[in-house]
């Protein structure tokens, strides 16, 4: 001790037994606020480590974890998004016992959480938390549009948009390079059109009658629907608009409903009602060959290069223990979707009828990379926006087949 006071440093042991987690800014506030002044001090004295919380925005998080595989030197856990975990792989640590031991103590895994964290029975990651995607509208805008509920199929919702764009509120819509909003709407909005990546066997069949009628429909609905600023926006523009009514409808997480909530006094409309009084959600519309989400899966990995990996699955064991977990997710109030079956039962999805719709995203949630399995080719596609560049270099003005021809090329120069 004396030695230490001293120094003023502790003993290498000690030191190794600090574990350094990199995840992304919550679009939660309190939800990282209850991580730093409760959870994490509660884990540091349960489980006698130091835990460093470092958040960075969700777009910087792929170059930071690259950079870190390729110096072997970087954060124990890092947060990954969707099949970046199968870019990962190589460099994770095998997490099957744990996240088998959390399954079955919560009622099993979501099949989407299975195949997005595992490959061949092996988990390179602990799935964390489904991010769903609906489109938080104004109820009384479409109202006054002539639409009592939410349209159902992309022409009824084009119909209801050019209205309301007439009346200077567009949709508000990115197609940019954002992790989040733009690949969460191109994709299911291509699949439910019929178009897809690759088939089953994993041969690129993008460019076909179906993909082409969605990006030709997509040029005409940007038009006469959409605030075409919205083009480039990241995943936090759209939340901007919507609670500035400048935009009446959009493709989001909750975060905009719960900011309304937490600054009643903030937003409001123009006769002064509470802004989340008149904001609902609804899943994207149907297409001819049906509905289809991409939801946001959030999995946590534990990289071969920490020199603190025991500690590290220690906290992974203690933050998924229900009691702890639990007050994460009701932080959330909705906006993450837990990863085992058994919160759905939860009452947080009845004490507020607006988030139902998001308790299933977890459950519905289909991998990029459709009809073949999730793995690093569909990973790569999705990190590089090839079907969200596809819609937003139509909407530009490309010609629709020169488009679809474009990221066909670019597929097969990914899965070969």
Known sequence: ?????????MPALARQRTVHWLKWIDFIPASDALLRGELLPEAERALGIRIVLETANGNDLQPRVIGS???SAGPDLVMAFNEQTYLYAHAAVDLTEIVQSVASEQGGLYPYARATCSEGGKFMAMPWAVIGSMIAYRRSWFEEAGATSFPTSWPAYREVARKLKARGRPIGQTLGHTLGDSPN??????????????????????NSAATLESVKFMQGFWKDACDERGLTWDDTGNNRAFLSQTISATLNGASIYIESLRRPERYRTADG?????????APLPEGPAGRFGLHLLQSNMLMKYSKNQEPAKDFLKWI????????????????????????????????????????????????PGRAGPPN?????????????????????????????????????????
Not at 1 to 9: D, K, N, Q, Y
Not at 273 to 281: C, G, K, Y
Not at 377 to 402: F, H
């Open 273 to 281: 009602t509470p802004l989340h009084r008149d904001i609902l959600h």
């Open 185 to 206: 709407f191109a994709y299911p909005y291509l699949w439910s059109w019929g178009g897809m990546e690759v088939d089953p066997a994993g041969k690129v069949v993008l």
């Open 376 to 416: 690093a080719r569909a990973a790569e596609a999705l990190s590089t926006y090839v079907i969200s560049d596809m819609y937003a270099k139509a909407v530009r003005g490309m010609p629709a087949e020169e488009a679809v021809k474009g990221a066909e090329d670019r597929l097969k120069q990914i899965y070969g």
């Open 320 to 367: 998924h223990a229900e009691k702890n977990f639990e007050k994460w997710f009701v932080s959330q109030r909705g906006f993450s979707t837990p990863c085992t079956e058994k919160w759905e039962g939860h009452a947080a999805w009845t004490d507020d009828p607006v988030m139902t719709p998001f308790k299933v995203a977890a459950k519905l949630g289909q991998a």
């Open 1 to 9: 001790m004396a030695a230490i006071l001293a120094t003023g440093r």
């Open 69 to 71: 595989i390729k110096s």
